[in-house]
């Protein structure tokens, strides 16, 4: 099937009997093994308690090395060129939904986990990536002070996080409603960081999504204000994403789409210090 970035391969089954379509997803590499994991403890312990729609779970584990997973066909691939602006803010409002806190009070006893930091050697690869990319003066002071990005973060609430918040890892269904898939790295974190990657995946695409009315719906979905806090941690959190993983990307990401990440970069830098 499309997809199968991750290095999981992904098949899709047309079953006769019982008759059913399903997707089963298997990882075999060593290092794809503990994001399999996570998507089946997933499935298994936390599916039911998230208040968005996910595939159905019929049955998976590990043999012989390589993590299965068993899940029911629960749409198809949606296109964001198309989305109304209210179609954008139903997303948010979803996305502010699962990072209520009464969403972390029942996962957090069930397995949900708090990502690493990210380490010295991926700052300094980042910083490394960006003086070769010409954006040495641009990044200094922000490199300088790298730690006040993650205290903006850190200003809101913690939250159940999915932490590949892109609009592959969205299906809609027959009712046209948005099904969540793609669970390898959920997290517990504290939210913006759901969309700046789904921003700024889009953006590379040249699809720009209405940010400002997706904060207003997001928060108000949330419960929490829809203030200054809100919108530093949403710009820390974009900053964090372009400085420490674009550069991985590129090799990989056509122009314009590197041009408009680029500008997207100079934009947040001018409001970070606005
Ligand atoms: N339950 C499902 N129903 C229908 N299609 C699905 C389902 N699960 C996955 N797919 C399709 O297979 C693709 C790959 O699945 P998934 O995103 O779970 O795998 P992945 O290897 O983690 O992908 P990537 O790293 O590219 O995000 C999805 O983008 C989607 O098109
Ligand atoms: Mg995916």
């Known amino acids: ?29 060593p290092g794809l093994r503990e994001r399999a994991r996570r998507e089946v403890t997933f499935y298994r312990e936390l599916a039911a308690q998230v208040p968005v729609l996910v595939p159905e779970f019929l049955v998976g584990g590990e043999v012989e090395g390589s993590a299965y997973l068993l899940l029911t066909a629960a749409g198809v691939p949606t296109d964001a060129k198309r989305w109304s602006e209210l179609r ?37 690869a980042g910083e490394r990536a960006w003086i070769e990319l010409g954006c040495e003066r641009l990044l200094a002071p922000l490199w300088a002070s790298f730690e006040a990005l993650g205290a903006a973060i850190r200003q809101l609430p913690a939250c159940l996080c999915h932490g590949d918040f892109h609009l592959g890892n969205l299906l809609t269904d027959p009712a046209d409603r948005f099904v969540w ?86 934009h947040l830098v001018a409001v970070w210090y606005r």
């Open 1 to 29: 099937m499309a997809g199968g970035a991750s290095g999981s391969a992904v098949y899709g089954l047309s079953v006769d009997q019982p008759a059913g379509e399903f997707v089963l997803k298997v990882a075999s590499r």
């Open 88 to 124: 954008w803010t139903e997303l948010a409002t979803e996305l502010g939904r699962l990072h209520r806190e009464q969403v972390l009070a029942v996962t957090i006893d069930r397995g949900a986990t708090a990502r690493e930091p990210a380490s010295a050697e991926k700052l300094a």
């Open 181 to 266: 898939i793609d669970w390898q790295e959920v997290h517990i974190g504290h939210g913006p960081g759901d969309l700046a990657l789904l921003w700024q995946r889009a953006g590379v695409d040249g699809v720009n999504p209405p940010r400002e009315a997706m904060l207003t719906a997001y928060a108000a979905a949330r419960g929490i204000p829809d203030d200054a806090l809100l919108h530093r941690a949403a710009v820390a959190s974009e900053l964090t994403l372009v400085m420490l993983e674009w550069p991985t990307f590129f090799p990989y990401v056509p122009e314009p789409g590197r041009a408009r990440i680029r500008n997207r970069l100079e």
